[in-house]
Nanobody, 123 residues
Framework: QVQLVESGGGLVQAGGSLRLSCAAS????????MGWFRQSPGKEREFVAG????????YYADSVKGRFTISRDGAKNTVYLQMNSLKPEDTAVYYC????????????????WGQGTQVTVSS
């Protein structure tokens, strides 16, 4: 059974940084693209970033490009989201997910969602 567990969220002031982690189990982590998503109250879940199977290629939503960095550690079965220059509009519950179709773009098919971790950015 695939399990994804996010951690690292919290409260931070605007301009600050956080690093989210997503620990994966029950899958062949080294062969699966991964993604980060977020959802704010009253809004649909949106794609944030995706990474290919070996970390050699990434894709970002325009809203976070240049501020967020997705990475992965195959030895730890973990994918990370480094978030810098945070803004109040980044406030959301952040989720990780695995790609179900081998791609890692906003239109890709993702599943096995984690429980999420709350990120709150104060102004």
């Amino acid at each position: 059974q695939v399990q994804l567990v996010e951690s690292g969220g919290g409260l931070v002031q605007a301009g600050g940084s956080l690093r989210l982690s997503c620990a994966a189990s029950g899958l062949t982590f080294g062969s699966v693209p991964m993604g980060w998503f977020r959802q704010s109250p009253g809004k649909e879940r949106e794609f944030v970033a995706g990474i290919n199977w070996n970390g050699g290629s990434t894709y970002y939503a325009d809203s976070v490009k240049g501020r967020f960095t997705i990475s992965r550690d195959g030895a730890k079965n973990t994918v990370y989201l480094q978030m810098n220059s945070l803004k109040p509009e980044d406030t959301a519950v952040y989720y990780c997910a695995r790609s179900l179709d081998g791609t890692y773009y906003p239109t890709s098919n993702f599943g096995s969602w984690g429980q999420g971790t709350q990120v709150t950015v104060s102004s």
